[in-house]
């Protein structure tokens, strides 16, 4: 699923003065209100190597070691932020995510 080409009105929506994770320093804590782009962010993993997320769909994608990928709809921006901010990303994907939302 291309979501970025489904979203890409919506994109235009997001309210100046938010952050987005292209601006967001790597091991710098998740503002409170940064909006995600649809750019991919690398994460400190020994299991997943990059994630991205676009807000106005809820739609979190994940870029595996192994070449896979995966995208999860219908995760509000608070558990991406949590996940972002989360000690063991392939834990708190493996317990939260796989288990609650709906892969795409």
């Known amino acids: 699923m291309n979501w970025y080409k489904i979203a890409s ?3 235009e929506k997001i309210k100046d003065g938010e952050y987005y994770l292209s601006d967001w320093p790597k091991q710098t804590p998740a503002p409170d209100n940064y909006v995600a782009s649809d750019k991919w962010i690398p994460v400190e993993s020994s299991f997943i190597t990059h994630v ?3 807000a106005p769909l809820k739609i979190l994608e994940f870029k595996f070691r192994n070449g896979q990928r995966y995208s999860y709809s219908g995760v509000p921006k608070k558990v991406f932020m949590q996940f972002m901010k989360a000690h063991s990303k392939g834990d708190f994907f493996n317990r939260i995510i796989k288990q609650r ?4």
């Open 101 to 104: 939302y709906s892969q795409n």
């Open 52 to 54: 991205s997320y676009y």
């Open 9 to 11: 009105k919506e994109y």
